[in-house]
C-alpha cells in the first residue's frame, strides 16, 4: 500500500457541521489519483459530486487550498482553480478571509441544514489555538546573530565564493556540521561524507532518485510516520510500503517480509509516536540492513530538543555505512531557511553529489557560509539552548492543561521533541466529535490515526499535540476551549 496522497489529514481544519460529513480529504482521494493532465477536471467534478450528494454537508468549512493541496499531493494551483470553479458555480461559497464553505446556491442530497459559518472565537484566521505539530516557534529566530552572521561573511568572503557553490556545500559549513553533528549526535560525520542540501526533503529526493537509479523499487515508512516521507519518496518513483510500529520501534518480521532494501526511520524521537527506538530494534534495523545489503535513512527531525534524559545518539553513529543521516535547522532556526545536510555512506556520496549538482548547482553561498559562522561562533548552539528552555516550559503548561481539563489523560513521547501523543479515556470520544468540537471553538488538532493505518477500536482519543510553537497561555486556553466546547458550555 502506499502512504502518498493517504496520509496526513485536514479533519483539524475547522468545520463548523462534522456530523455525518466525511472530511474533504477523503472524498478528494480518487480524484488527487488521477493521471496528471485530468486532475484538475476530476478534482472539481469530485467537489461538485460530494456537494451535491450531501457528503459535503452544506455549512461545512473547507480546508485552505494550501492544506488541501497538501493533503492530497496535488499542486496549490489545482485546488484554487476548483474553489473558484465551484464559488463561480454556486456549490461553494467563498467569505474573504474566513475560508470557502460548502453553501450557497446548491441543492444537496441530504437535508440542508442552514449554512451559517461558525463565528471565529478570535480575531483574523479564526484559529484560537494550532496544535497542529510540525513547527517550532519562529519568534525565537535569532534575528540578530543571523543578520551579525550574514554582515560578517558578506565582508569577508571573497569574490570567488560567490561562484557555484561546491555541490557538496561549502568546505566551511561542512566542516563546522561535522563537528558539531559528530558533538551533539554522535554522527560519524566525515566533511567530505556531508552533503549541505534543502532540508531533510531534499535529502530524502536526492536518496530517493539515487536508490531508483540503482534499481530499487521501494522504500519502507514508519507506520504511523510522517506523511512527508512517503510522499518524497514516492515521488522519485519509488512505491511506499508502510511498515508498522510497536512501542520499541520498527517489528522485525513485516520488515524482513516486505522484502524492501531501504526504509526511512525517526529512531530518536519517532514521528509521531515519540517513541525513542530500544537498542535491541536499532541493531535489529542495522542487521537487517547489512543482511539485504540495503540503506537507512535516519531521519533526526528533532534530534536537538531533549527534556528530562540524555540524548539518544544517532542511529547513524552505529553503521555509518549503512545509514544516511539527515536533519536540518528547520526546527532549531527556521524552516524557511530550506538548509540541511545530509552523511552519506562511501558507497553512495559520489551519486549522492552528482544529483545535488544535477539538481540546483548546489546550495545557495551565502546562507551555507552565515551558518558557518554561526555554528563556529557558538550562537547556534547558544540559539538550541534557548529554545530548549522555552519548549520545556510549553511543554510542562501543555501537561498541566490535559491534566486540568482531561483528567485522566496519559501523555507520551514527551521527554523530547516538539510535539506529544495524549490519549484521552473513550468518555472524551469519540475522536470525531471531539476534533468537531475543538474546530467548532477554533482549536486546531490532529488525530493519531491521521498519520497511519491503524484504526483503533479502544474508544480512547489520541492526539498528537504540537506545543512548541504556541505560548503557555495560548496552550492553557486552547485546552479550556475544548473543554468547554465538549462539555456544551
Ligand atoms: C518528520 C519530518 N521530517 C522531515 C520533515 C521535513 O523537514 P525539512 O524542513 O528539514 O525538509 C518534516 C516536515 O514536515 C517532518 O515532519
Redesign the pocket.
Known sequence: MTPSGTTSTTAAEPTNRTSGAQPAWEVLLPAAAAPARRRGRALQEALREAVRAGRLASGTRLPSSRALAQDLGVSRGLVTEAYEQLVAEGYLRSDRGSGTWVGGAVRTGRAATPSVPHAPSAPGSGTVADFR??TPDLSLFPRAAWAAAQRTVLAELPHSALGYPDPRGLPALRSALAAMLSRRRGVVADPDRLVVC???????TLLGSVLRARGHRDVGVEDP?????GRLFAATGLDTLWLPLDDEGLRPEPLTRSGTRAVVV?PSHQ?PSGIAWSAERRGMLLEWARSVDGYVCE?D??GDFRYDRAPVGALQGLDPERVVY?????KSLA?GL?L?WMVVPESLVEEVVERKRTMDLGHPALDQAALAHLVTSGGYDRQLRRCQRAYRERRDALLAALDEHFPGTTVTGIAAGLHVIACLPARYGPTRRFLGAAASVGVALRALEEYGTARPTDGAVRLVVGYAHLTPTTIAAGMRHVAEALAGR
Open positions: 505539530p510540525g534543502s532540508g531533510v526533503a531534499q535529502a530524502a510516520g510522517s506523511p512527508e516521507h525517526t514521528f531521519d527531525y528533532d539527515t536533519g536540518s535547522v528547520s524552516p530550506r540541511g
